[in-house]
Nanobody, 131 residues
Framework: QVQLVESGGGSVQAGGSLRLSCAVS????????IAWFRQPPGKEREGVAS????????TYGASVQGRFTISQDSTADMVFLHMNGLKVEDTAMYYC????????????????????????WGQGAEVTVSS
């Protein structure tokens, strides 16, 4: 099993920055892909960014490309989401998720297209961006 605990959510004005943290534990082979997803109020959950923990390659959703950065500190078993240039439409519950690479890793990167492929989830961290 894999456990994930998010922290760092909060409220910020548009244009501001936040950093989300995800503390990860469990067998490394069960968490080869770690990703951030978000679920805006009244909408479906969507992929934000992913990192292949064994190769460091990253993938981003189109709406956050160039503004968000996912990174990891493997020695501390932490994954981060650095969010810059926040917009009102970034308001959502943000979830850290992990899964083995089978069926998710393609071309050296972890897909964020299919929410259901990620097996393990944190409890979420709320991010509110005001205008």
């Amino acid at each position: 099993q894999v456990q994930l605990v998010e922290s760092g959510g909060g409220s910020v004005q548009a244009g501001g920055s936040l950093r989300l943290s995800c503390a990860v534990s469990g067998a490394p082979y069960m968490r080869g892909c770690i990703a951030w997803f978000r679920q805006p109020p009244g909408k479906e959950r969507e992929g934000v960014a992913s990192i292949y923990t064994l190769g460091d390659s990253t993938t981003y959703g189109a709406s956050v490309q160039g503004r968000f950065t996912i990174s990891q500190d493997s020695t501390a078993d932490m994954v981060f989401l650095h969010m810059n240039g926040l917009k009102v439409e970034d308001t959502a519950m943000y979830y850290c998720a992990a899964t083995p690479t089978v069926g998710v890793l393609s071309g050296g990167s972890c897909s964020i297209s299919y929410v259901g492929k990620y097996r393990f989830w944190g409890q979420g961290a709320e991010v509110t961006v005001s205008s």
